[in-house]
Structures are given as structure tokens and as C-alpha cells.
């Protein structure tokens, strides 16, 4: 029906359609399916009738019935999506033009359909897990870090969330899990990665802060309360107690209340459901037990740096990069063969590209955390060229903090020793 109206009723000018406000049942709509999907306030749809209308070269029909649309209204589980009866025909002999439309229709819903990641965390008491918010999905190549670790990251997911891989575990007795390990400075991407990932393979993502978790059993009580298929996010991992840690230990008081051996537990004991994938989170590896990371409970381990110099070019032509998916235009009119590959080719984004060289040239390589090269891009985000007339004197300004900064921790470990 959307199809129809954007490519039938607008642009014939036709005067009469229908509107409805409400398109969705409310209060007996799953919470978490509806953060998931972004509704339109008003829905727009052709009138109860029969449409005419060329497409191709065909001649097809389109009718709605009053009736049907009463009946899909009147049952309390419709979600506003689907529901109505719609008769379609062409003029021939052939149902294959009914199967193109068919297709188109379907293709255009989907590049209408704005999907998110549901993200999930304990309530405030502890007791069950809430939907806490939805992002809209963020893609994968949006999170800047080496190019060949990220592909390999992409194909190993894919792998492991094929059906057939897990059959493959099952007939060889194998326990159907996969777990990451995400390391690295704060601000280069961790936790966006892992949302990235989900919104990649349409999981939802299960959130615990590993210093917030206030007992093994607490801990326990959440793995249980885990679907199978989705993404448990445990971050902070090095937080976890170990026996080497002494309560006078000082790095100590900042530590979970849950220990190793509950950790270990839940990761491969009986309460651990099959199919999940679970993504640990590190600013510090090296305090990581080598019991947790061994290979079964990490089968990879991603390094997220400091943003090299190709990463800053790229970063750059993305934020510069007019936004083609906010023009109702655009959406209305690409097909596949015009995807955003295309502009490459436009003369704009050859002086884009230029413009990326320029200011990457400026970076010096593994110096800066992508959210620090983010800051900067807040504050020029109108202008690609100021930005690049902007950035040597940011680096400047930025390496000599950093400088002074290195001084104050030299000072304040003399007073401490
Ligand atoms: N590699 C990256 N590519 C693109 N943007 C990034 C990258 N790393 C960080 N950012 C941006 O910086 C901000 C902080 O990133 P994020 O929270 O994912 O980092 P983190 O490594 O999880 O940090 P922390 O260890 O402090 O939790 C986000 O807004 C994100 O968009």
C-alpha cells in the first residue's frame, strides 16, 4: 500500500486516500517488538477502492476492502504491519508482472523500515531485565579500526550464526557458544562495536557491568534469564575478583563483588544457554585471568587502537558525506544500481576525497582515540573545509595536553610513593 501511494497516488495527483493515526494495538504490543521498529505518526494509504495504474508495461489493479480493513482493526494482536486483504491483478495472461510488483513492493518496505537495536539491562533492582534503550543501527564500517581484523571479525560471526554451523556443533557434541574479546583504550570503540554487531545481525543486546553485579548468584540469576540468540555484553571484565586480589589491595575496592569462579560458571556451566554469543570488554588485557580468555570462552580477540591515519581519512569522508539516507527523495527513487558506491564517482566526492587526504596528512598515526577525533568533528561538522584549515593547530593543542597531563601523573606518583 505505501508503494502504491508514493509511486501511484502522489505522482498521478490523485485526491483521495485515507489517513489513520493509530497503527499499532497499543498497550497489548510487545514493549521490546515496539522499540524494535519506528512507526510513522500518520499513515498515509490509497482510498477503498479499485486503482488502475501502469507500471512497466503493464496495466494493474489494486483493490482494498472496507471490510477486511474493520476485521484487521478489530483483532487486538494486529501491529498496524500487514493484516489487510489486497487484491492485486494485471491485464494478461502471465502471473509473473504480479510477482515482479510483488517483489518491488517488498524490496521498498524494506528500505523504508527503520530497524534498532534493543538493548537490554537490569532494572534498578536487580531483578529482571528491561529493555533500556534502542540505537538506531549504526553499520559496521562506521566503527574505524583495522580493516583486515574487522572482515575476519564479520566472517567469523556469520559463520558461527549459520544454521548449518550449528548442526556442525551439535553432531560433534560440541557446546554451541562463541565469545570476543574486545581490548583497548577508552574511546576506541568497544561498546560501539558491540551494538554495531548486533544491529549487523539482528540480535539484541544484553548489557551487565561486571563492577555493578553484586554477587556470583546475582550473576547467576541473570545468564538464567538470557535468551539463546543474542549478544551478552560483559564489560569492565578485568573488575571480575580474583583469589590474587587482597581486600588491601587498593585497585581492589574498585573491583566486582563477583568472582572468577562465578564468572567461569556461568560462561560454560549447565545454566549456559547454546547459541549465544558473549563479548567481553577490557581497558586492561593484561589483569585478565588466563582462565578467562582461553580459547572456548574467547575464541577471538579484537584490539581496538588509537585511529590510524586511514581510519581518519575515512572517518572524515563519512562525517562530510552528504546524508542521502534523510532525503525522502532519494529513498523514493534509488534502486539498488544507485546505491551510495555511486558517488564516488560524483565530482563532489572526489574533492571530498582530497579534502580526507589533506586532513589526514595532519594525524600523526596511533596518537589519538577515535572519540577524540570525533570531539573535533563536533565542533566542524558544518564545514569539511574548516575543519581541514582547523586540525593541525588541534593536534598541536592536543599533543601538548597530553604532554602536560604525562607531567601530572609523574608528579602526583612522586607525592604517592
Ligand atoms: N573506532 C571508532 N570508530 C568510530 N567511532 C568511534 C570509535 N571509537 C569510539 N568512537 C566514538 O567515540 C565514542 C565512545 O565510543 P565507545 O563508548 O564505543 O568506546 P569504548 O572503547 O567502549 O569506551 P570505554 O572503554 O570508555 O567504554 C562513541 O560516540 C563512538 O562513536
Redesign the pocket.
Known amino acids: 500500500m505505501s508503494w502504491v501511494m508514493a509511486n501511484v497516488v502522489q505522482r498521478r495527483s490523485i485526491r483521495s486516500f485515507t489517513a489513520r493515526t493509530q497503527v499499532h494495538a497499543g498497550d497489548l504490543a510487545d514493549r521490546a517488538a515496539l522499540l524494535k521498529k519506528k512507526r510513522r505518526e500518520v499513515q498515509y494509504l490509497p482510498h477503498f477502492d479499485t486503482t488502475f495504474f501502469w507500471h512497466g508495461s503493464c496495466l494493474y489493479f489494486v483493490s482494498r476492502s472496507l471490510d477486511s480493513f474493520h476485521t484487521s482493526m478489530s483483532d487486538p494482536s494486529y501491529d498496524g504491519i500487514g493484516g489487510e486483504e489486497l487484491t492485486l491483478g494485471c491485464l494478461g495472461w502471465s502471473t509473473e508482472p504480479i510477482k515482479r510488483l510483488i517483489q518491488t513492493c517488498e524490496e521498498y518496505a524494506d528500505r523504508q523500515t527503520e530497524f534498532f537495536v534493543i538493548i537490554y539491562a537490569r532494572d534498578r533492582y536487580g531483578m529482571s531485565w528491561q529493555p533500556k534503550a534502542r540505537k538506531p543501527i549504526r553499520r559496521v564500517d ?4 583495522d580493516d583486515g581484523l574487522k572482515q575476519a571479525l564479520l566472517t567469523d560471526m556469520r559463520k558461527y550464526l549459520d544454521p548449518s554451523t550449528k548442526r556442525l556443533y551439535q553432531s560433534r557434541s560440541m557446546p554451541y557458544r562463541r565469545g570476543y574479546l ?1 581490548f ?10 558491540s551494538t554495531a554487531l548486533a544491529g549487523e545481525f539482528g540480535l539484541d543486546l544484553y548489557e551487565v557491568k561486571i563492577p555493578c553485579v553484586a554477587s556470583d548468584q546475582d550473576l547467576e540469576q541473570m545468564f538464567q534469564e538470557i535468551p539463546p540468540q543474542c549478544i551478552v555484553l560483559l ?2 571484565v578485568d573488575a571480575i575478583w580474583t583469589d590474587r586480589d587482597s581486600k588491601k589491595d587498593e585497585q581492589a575496592i574498585s573491583r566486582s563483588s563477583c568472582t572468577l569462579s562465578g564468572l567461569l560458571g556461568v560462561l560454560d556451566g549447565v545454566g549456559s544457554a547454546e547459541g549465544r554469543i558473549v563479548i567481553m ?1 577490557t ?1 586492561k588485557p593484561d589483569r585478565l585471568d588466563s582462565a578467562l580468555v582461553r580459547p572456548g570462552r574467547v575464541d577471538m580477540k579484537v584490539m ?1 587502537g588509537n ?1 590510524s591515519r586511514k ?1 581518519a581519512e575515512q ?1 572524515f569522508v563519512r562525517m562530510f558525506t552528504p546524508d542521502i539516507e534523510s532525503s525522502p527523495l532519494v529513498v523514493k527513487e534509488r534502486s539498488d544500481a544507485t546505491r551510495p558506491d555511486d558517488e564516488s564517482i560524483s565530482p563532489e566526492s572526489d574533492a571530498l576525497q582530497e579534502l580526507a587526504l589533506e586532513f589526514s596528512s595532519h594525524i600523526p598515526d596511533d596518537t589519538f ?3 577524540q577525533l ?1 570531539g573535533f568533528f563536533q565542533l566542524h561538522l558544518n564545514s569539511a573545509s574548516e575543519a581541514v584549515a582547523n586540525i593541525s593547530n588541534w593536534v598541536e593543542r592536543e599533543l601538548s595536553k597530553s604532554l602536560l597531563d604525562d607531567d601530572i601523573s609523574v608528579v602526583s606518583e612522586g607525592k604517592t610513593s
Open positions: 562506521t566503527v574505524h579500526f574486545f583497548g583504550p577508552p574511546g576506541t570503540g568497544k561498546s560501539s562495536l564489560e569492565d570488554t581497558n581496538l585511529i581510519s572517518m582515540t577515535p572519540s570525533q
